[in-house]
C-alpha cells in the first residue's frame, strides 16, 4: 500500500510498514486522504464552528493514541488514577500532555488542508482533558527482556542481545513484540561493524581497542601501582600491559557481569543490588571515595533510563519519600554514596519484592516486581552484611585505589589528571561518535557476558577484611585472629586434632600480655564469640563443621571432649 493511498486507520495499521518513527514522518503522507475518515473533519461549521467531542475522541483513537498503564494496573486502579496520554509512532510510545496534544492536533489541520472555516481558532480554546479521559486504555505492550535475550532501543533501531548474536533490528521487526517507551530510545545511532569475537571467561577489555571509557575501567581497578606522566597511555605503557594481576581480572570480570545485569532488564530469581565500594579505604576512619565507582555508575545513565537518589537520606530514620519519582519506566536506580548510618536491611523489599513509591503530598504506587529497576549502590563505608538475607541481596564490587594516587598528583602537576589518561572528558563534548559507540559496545558486550556468565563474583579480598576486621571492632584483635588461624592454627595441627577454646584465649591474653583493663575488655566469652563470628565470616575456614546442622551459634556447635564430668569446649578450624 502506498502511503499516498492510507488514511489515518490505515495509517495507524500500517505503520509497522516503516524501519523507524523518523523514516514514517519523513514519509508526510498526504493529509487530504483523512477526509476519507467518518471522523475527519471532527467539526462542523454552519455559521459557527462546533466540535463534536466523540467523533474527536474517534479521530484521535484511530491515529494511534490511548491512555497507558502498566501491565499489572488493575482496571479498578486505571479507571480511577489519572494515566498518561501516549501516541503510537511506528512502534515509538510518545506521551502527549494537553499543549502537545493540541499541537499535534492544530498541525494535523493545516496539514490536511481544510479550509480555515474557523477550527483553528476554535481549537485554540478547546480543552482536551474531557476528551482525553474518555480514550482506551492499554498497556501498549512495552518491549521488555526476557531471561535469554535483552533489548536496548537506540535511533537507528534496536540492539537484540542474546547469548550468541548481537543484532541491530529496525521497529518494524519488532512491533509485533512489542513497542519502545520514547524516553528509553537512546538519542544516538549504533554500529555494529568490525564485531570483536569475546572469550566471556576473560575481562572485555583486553578484547576490545583501547578507547575513553574502557580505560578508564581498567585504570580503576587496579591497585599499588603509581601514575606514571612520562609513560605512553596506551598499548605499551607498563600500566596497560604487565601489570594485569589475577585480582584485576577478578574484580573486571565482576564489574563486567554487574552492569550487564543492570542494564538487562529482567529480575532473576534471586535478585541483587550492585554494589560498588572501595577496596583500600573501607572504613569510617578513612573513607575517601574517589576511585572511579560513582564514575562507574553513573555511566549507565546513558544506557537506561535512570534515577539518581541521594543515599545520604538512608540514614536519615526512614525517609518514606526516598523513592519518589521512580515508576515503571525506571530501569536503573541508583543510590549514591551511602550513608555508614544506613541499614542495608531497610533495601530488602526494594531488592527482592513489589516496590512502593511515595512523592510528597502523592498517592503511594506499587510497581510490580517484574517491572521495577533494579538497584545500584555506591559507598564509601563498609555495608554489614551478617546475616544470609543481606548476603544474598549484595553483589559486592570493589573499586582499586590508582584514581586515588592520580588525585594526589594532580595536587602538585595540574598536567596530570583523569581526562589526560583517557584521552578526554568522559560523556563530555569532547566525546566523539566513535568514543560513544566504542562505549556502547563495551556495555552490550557486558550484557552479553551477563547472559552467558550469570553475575562473576570477584574475591574482593580487602574488602572482605575490612568488613571482618569492622565486625571484631579492635584492628590489633583482628590482627591477632587472622595470624593465629592463617598459620599458628597450621603449625599446632589444631585443624586436624582440634584444640581446647580454653588454650587459645590463653595464646591470646599471653600476647597482649598483663593488661588488666585490655583483658577485662576482651574477657574469655566476649574473645572466643568474637573469633567464632570471624572464622564463620570468612569464606575459607569453618568452626566445627560437624556439628552445623545443629546451628549457626557457637553454643550450638559445641565439641564437648575429655572425661566425664570434666569436659570442655573444643573447637577444630578446618579449611572448607
Same mark, same amino acid.
Given at each position: 500500500?502506498?502511503?499516498?493511498?492510507?488514511?489515518?486507520?490505515?495509517?495507524? /495499521?500500517?505503520?509497522g510498514a516503516f524501519d523507524s518513527v523518523d523514516? +514514517?514522518?519523513?514519509?508526510?503522507? &498526504?493529509?487530504?486522504?483523512?477526509? =476519507?475518515?467518518?471522523? %475527519?473533519?471532527?467539526?462542523?461549521?454552519?455559521? *459557527?464552528?462546533? !466540535?463534536?467531542d466523540e467523533k474527536l475522541r474517534q479521530f484521535l483513537i484511530e491515529n494511534g493514541f490511548f491512555r497507558r498503564q502498566s501491565s499489572d494496573t488493575s482496571p479498578s486502579r486505571a479507571r480511577n488514577e489519572p494515566l498518561e496520554t501516549v501516541l503510537n509512532e511506528g512502534g515509538i510510545l510518545k506521551k502527549y500532555g494537553e499543549i502537545a496534544l493540541k499541537d499535534w492536533v492544530r498541525k494535523?489541520?493545516?496539514?490536511?488542508?481544510?479550509?480555515?472555516?474557523?477550527?483553528?481558532? @476554535?481549537?485554540?480554546?478547546? *480543552?482536551?482533558?474531557? !476528551?482525553?479521559?474518555?480514550?482506551?486504555?492499554?498497556?501498549? &505492550?512495552?518491549? *521488555?527482556?526476557?531471561?535469554?535475550?535483552?533489548?536496548?532501543?537506540? @535511533?537507528?533501531g534496536v540492539v537484540v542481545i542474546t547469548k550468541s548474536s548481537v543484532e541491530l533490528e529496525s521497529y518494524k521487526q519488532l512491533q509485533k513484540i512489542g513497542t519502545v517507551l520514547e524516553d528509553s530510545l537512546r538519542e544516538r545511532d549504533i554500529h555494529l561493524s568490525n564485531w570483536p569475537q569475546i572469550d566471556f571467561d576473560k575481562p572485555i577489555i583486553k578484547q576490545v581497542p583501547s578507547s575513553p571509557?574502557?580505560?578508564?575501567?581498567? %585504570?580503576?581497578?587496579? =591497585?599499588?601501582? +603509581?601514575?606514571?606522566?612520562?609513560?605512553?597511555?596506551?598499548? &605499551?605503557?607498563?600500566?596497560?600491559?604487565?601489570?594485569?594481576?589475577? /585480582?584485576?581480572?577478578?574484580?573486571?570480570?565482576?564489574? /563486567?557481569?554487574?552492569?550487564?545485569? +543492570?542494564?538487562?532488564? #529482567?529480575?532473576?530469581?534471586?535478585?541483587?543490588?550492585?554494589?560498588?565500594?572501595?577496596?583500600?579505604?573501607?572504613?569510617?576512619? =578513612?573513607a575517601k571515595g574517589g576511585t572511579g565507582k560513582s564514575v562507574s555508575l553513573k555511566s549507565l545513565e546513558h544506557v537506561r533510563v535512570w534515577k539518581f537518589v541521594d543515599g545520604k537520606r538512608l540514614g536519615m530514620g526512614g525517609d518514606r519519600f526516598i523513592f519518589g519519582g521512580v515508576t515503571d519506566e525506571t530501569q536503573i536506580v541508583a543510590l549514591g554514596d551511602i550513608s555508614k548510618e544506613a541499614r542495608f536491611q531497610d533495601l530488602y523489599n526494594v531488592i527482592t519484592d513489589d516496590m512502593e513509591t511515595e512523592g510528597k503530598n502523592q498517592a503511594i504506587k506499587l510497581i510490580p516486581k517484574h517491572l521495577k529497576p533494579k538497584i545500584g549502590i555506591t559507598s564509601n563505608y563498609l555495608i554489614t552484611a551478617n546475616d544470609t538475607s543481606s548476603k544474598r541481596r549484595q553483589h559486592i564490587v570493589s573499586f582499586g585505589n590508582f584514581f586515588n594516587k592520580v588525585a594526589e598528583i594532580e595536587t602538585t602537576n595540574k598536567s596530570m589528571s583523569v581526562e589526560a589518561m583517557v584521552g578526554c572528558c568522559l560523556f563530555g563534548p569532547e566525546m566523539s561518535d566513535e568514543n560513544w559507540n566504542d562505549f556502547y559496545r563495551y556495555y552490550i558486550l557486558c550484557t552479553q557476558k551477563y547472559l552467558n556468565k550469570g553475575l562473576i563474583t570477584p574475591n574482593n579480598e580487602s574488602y572482605k577484611k575490612a568488613l571482618l576486621a569492622n565486625e571484631v571492632g579492635d584492628d590489633d584483635v583482628f590482627e591477632w585472629m587472622e595470624d593465629w588461624v592463617d598459620n599458628e592454627r !597450621?603449625?599446632?595441627?589444631? #585443624?586436624?586434632?582440634?584444640?581446647?577454646?580454653?588454650?587459645? %584465649?590463653?595464646?591470646?591474653?599471653? %600476647?597482649f600480655g598483663p593488661d588488666p583493663v585490655f583483658l577485662m575488655r576482651w574477657e574469655e566469652k566476649v574473645f572466643l564469640d568474637a573469633?567464632?563470628?570471624?572464622?564463620?565470616? *570468612?569464606?575459607?575456614v569453618d568452626w566445627n563443621p560437624k556439628q552445623a546442622s545443629k546451628g549457626d551459634t557457637r553454643r550450638a556447635r559445641r565439641w564437648l571432649k575429655g572425661p566425664s564430668g570434666n569436659q570442655e569446649d573444643w573447637a577444630k578450624i578446618v579449611d572448607k
Open positions: 500500500m502506498k502511503i499516498e493511498d492510507m488514511t489515518p486507520i490505515s495509517l495507524a /495499521e500500517n505503520a523514516e +514514517l514522518l519523513r514519509a508526510d503522507p &498526504n493529509q487530504n486522504q483523512a477526509q =476519507k475518515s467518518p471522523n %475527519y473533519p471532527f467539526w462542523t461549521a454552519d455559521g *459557527r464552528v462546533v !466540535i463534536d494535523f489541520i493545516v496539514e490536511s488542508e481544510v479550509p480555515d472555516d474557523g477550527i483553528l481558532s @476554535k481549537w485554540l480554546r478547546y *480543552r482536551t482533558n474531557d !476528551i482525553t479521559d474518555g480514550l482506551p486504555i492499554q498497556s501498549g &505492550n512495552a518491549l *521488555r527482556c526476557g531471561p535469554d535475550v535483552c533489548y536496548i532501543p537506540f @535511533k537507528n571509557f574502557t580505560d578508564f575501567i581498567a %585504570y580503576a581497578f587496579k =591497585k599499588g601501582i +603509581l601514575p606514571d606522566e612520562t609513560a605512553p597511555l596506551r598499548d &605499551n605503557n607498563p600500566l596497560w600491559l604487565g601489570t594485569h594481576t589475577p /585480582e584485576w581480572a577478578e574484580a573486571v570480570n565482576g564489574f /563486567e557481569t554487574s552492569a550487564g545485569y +543492570l542494564i538487562h532488564q #529482567h529480575h532473576p530469581s534471586n535478585p541483587k543490588a550492585i554494589i560498588f565500594v572501595d577496596g583500600e579505604s573501607m572504613n569510617s576512619q =578513612k !597450621i603449625k599446632g595441627n589444631f #585443624h586436624i586434632n582440634g584444640i581446647a577454646q580454653s588454650a587459645i %584465649y590463653k595464646a591470646f591474653s599471653a %600476647y573469633l567464632f563470628e570471624y572464622v564463620t565470616s *570468612r569464606e575459607d
